[in-house]
């Protein structure tokens, strides 16, 4: 048990930092929380928690060393997650060329956009992701014994799901305080270009890194 504890904590710290660390899946959850509001925020997050559930799947049942040892697949894969990329970044791009009138309350019910469309986005973007698929099966090949039960990896892989859900829930509350999102919503212009260029940069950047 306490192999197995130790294992916990060192996956807990390594996964905690790289959720943190700001790529495709904060900026999808900041855009929808200053656009759409909290609720449509927190139903992102639980989007995005969902998406590791994915490949923590593929990884435990050994699909994820398959991909990464063959190269088609591999790339193919790496291939579609940075097409979605681009389009969530050139919806920003459009988005901020659209005048948008947002209500500001949230706790309203009002929405732009249905519960469904926030969870999968959220979903997508964390389940194409293809440097998800590396960093799992780095960590859990690394970390994890080969002697560790599957329903202990399992539940490693559970717990690591709850921690993205409430990062990002986190971060939707933040985004979502009166002061801050009207100070994102007075520059939303400029600031949904910026995303969409940031995410356009990530995913040109997955591409280029493609070995055809």
């Known amino acids: 048990m306490n192999v197995y504890y130790h294992e ?7 996964h905690f930092l790289a959720v943190i660390i700001p790529g495709p899946d904060f900026i999808i959850s900041v855009r929808q929380s200053t656009q759409h509001g909290y609720r449509i925020g927190c139903i992102t997050a639980v989007g995005i928690g969902c998406g590791i559930s994915v490949h923590v799947f593929y990884t435990l049942m050994g699909v994820g060393l398959v991909l990464s040892q063959n190269h088609i697949f591999m790339s193919l894969f790496q291939i579609i997650g ?6 969530l970044g050139w919806n920003c791009l459009k ?5 948008i009138e947002i209500n500001m309350d949230v706790t309203s019910e009002h929405r732009t956009i249905s519960y469904h469309q ?9 389940a194409l992701n293809p440097k998800a698929t590396i960093f799992f099966l780095a960590i859990f090949t690394s970390i994890v014994s080969t002697t560790t039960p599957l ?11 709850l921690v993205n859900t409430l990062w990002f829930i986190a971060v939707s509350l933040i985004f979502t305080q009166p002061r801050i999102r009207s100070g994102f919503l007075k520059y939303n212009s400029i600031l949904e270009k910026v995303m969409g260029v940031l995410l356009g940069a990530i995913a040109i950047r997955l591409i280029l890194g493609i070995e055809f």
């Open 151 to 161: 329903y202990i990896q399992i539940l490693y892989g559970e717990w690591m799901c």
């Open 95 to 99: 988005g901020g060329s659209t005048p």
């Open 8 to 14: 916990f904590l060192t996956l807990t710290l390594i």
């Open 82 to 87: 940075a097409l979605y990329l681009l389009y």
């Open 118 to 126: 926030a969870f999968m986005t959220g979903f997508w973007t964390n």
